[in-house]
């Protein structure tokens, strides 16, 4: 929608559904700052708004950690996202 400046309620209310939507752990929301006048933008982050990293779909542990390692079998990641999914539909 452009620049509307980012408030920290704005934010927190895109963290908020990735956390309590049920489908909201499939989620991965990525807000960005742009700078009117430079034109550079910035990826804000959790840590930013001072809560932890968002932990791993299959082991709890630091998400970012287990993507870039490749931790997981790709089997694992899509039963959890299909078991997930078809929950949330069934009750729909």
């Known amino acids: 929608t452009?620049?509307?400046?980012?408030?920290?309620?704005?934010v927190m209310a895109l963290i908020e559904i990735e956390e309590d939507h049920a489908l909201g752990r499939l989620w991965d929301i990525d807000v960005l700052d742009i700078n009117p006048v430079s034109g550079t933008v910035a990826i804000l982050s959790r840590k930013d708004y001072g809560l932890p990293p968002r932990s791993c779909l299959v082991c709890g542990g630091p998400a970012h950690a287990c993507a870039r390692a490749r931790t997981h079998p790709i089997a694992d990641l899509v039963a959890i996202i299909e078991s997930t999914a078809h929950a949330h539909f069934r009750c729909h």
């Open 2 to 10: 452009g620049y509307e400046g980012l408030s920290p309620t704005k």
